[in-house]
């Protein structure tokens, strides 16, 4: 299981270069094809105090 902390596309913020969203997790990132990958749990925003 991962945390995803948060993401980024692999040419950054380049809009003249399509892309691939990568998650950021502990240790760096990682990539995934929805078609090879499922969710089994997603988590909303939390609350915040």
């Keep these: 299981m991962f945390k995803v902390t948060g993401w980024d596309y692999s040419h950054g ?3 003249a ?3 691939t969203k990568r998650y950021k997790v502990a240790g760096g990132y990682i990539i995934w094809n929805s078609k ?3 969710t ?3 988590i909303r ?3 915040r105090r």
Excluded: A, E
Aim: proline share 0%.
């Design 13 to 15: 913020w380049n809009t």
């Design 17 to 19: 270069v399509y892309g």
């Design 36 to 38: 090879l990958v499922k």
């Design 40 to 42: 089994i749990k997603q």
């Design 45 to 47: 925003g939390r609350n």
